[in-house]
């Protein structure tokens, strides 16, 4: 399966033609036959709201995690805000995505780590105005994964319902471990638990080098952009043709 909107709407065909029933975290144990979508929104919030419409488009509602801690994007801007209300608005559940490098002195201890996604999930609920109630760990570490963590009001997409009772299919770092596409069609498992990250597709699917370096080579148009809204008569000083 390539890394194309065209490839990603095939996947949802075959998983209708199977007989899949496409749910969520809540509602999967009413279908005997179920996959639940998962997208971990790692980079790029524009991207997701993109793959939202998507779906929305094909009658598709998934959950999108989203990390409160990212580098890449502020949640508690204006802009940040409205995308979210738009995925939302798209029929789709945002959830946290949790980086536990984000404190030290939490790694590989699942207690602490707990502690913490609380605090943030009642963050991200702040800004939604909505209860946050579902998260998914961003690269965690061995003993979180094997500590199968229960926080209270929350599901853990990595507890072991999602691992041993689903068949787990992840395109982490651009790369499909398995032949996704081969697995929906052979309808050997009864439950699936797919997961994608929004950022990797394209209109026409690019390659791993391709696509980071379009999205580092974006990068000063979208700071000019953000500088001029912030900077009075910044062409006067800085043209925005000087950094592209």
Request: glycine fraction near 4%; hydrophobic fraction near 35%.
């Amino acid at each position: 399966m390539d890394f194309s909107y065209k490839d990603y709407k095939a996947l949802i065909y075959a998983l209708n033609q199977t007989g899949y029933v496409i749910c969520d975290y809540d509602s999967w144990c009413n279908f005997d036959r179920c996959v639940i979508l998962r997208h971990d929104v790692d980079i790029n919030l524009d991207t997701a709201l993109d793959f939202a419409r998507i779906e929305e488009n094909l009658g598709v509602k998934s959950t999108y995690f989203i990390l409160l801690t990212s580098d890449f994007y502020n949640l508690f801007s204006a802009k940040s805000r409205a995308i979210l209300q738009s995925v939302l608005n798209c029929g789709h559940e945002i959830g946290l995505h949790f980086d536990e490098t984000q404190y030290p002195e939490t790694i590989g201890k699942p207690d602490m780590v707990t502690s913490k996604i609380t605090e943030e999930a009642a963050a991200l609920s702040t800004i939604l105005q909505l209860p946050v109630t579902k998260v998914s760990m961003h690269r965690p570490s061995k003993e979180i994964l094997k500590a199968d963590m229960k926080i209270p009001g929350m599901i853990n997409s990595y507890g072991k319902t999602f691992f041993n009772e689903f068949k787990y299919l992840s395109d982490s770092r651009r790369r499909w471990r398995e032949q996704v596409m081969d697995i929906v069609n052979s309808g050997e498992y009864d439950r699936l638990h797919i997961l994608t990250h929004p950022f990797w597709y394209l209109e026409a699917s690019k390659g791993l080098h391709e696509r980071l370096k379009e999205f580092v080579s974006n990068g000063n148009p979208e700071r000019w952009d953000i500088l001029d809204n912030n900077f009075t008569e910044l062409p006067k000083e800085l043209a925005k043709d000087e950094i592209l």
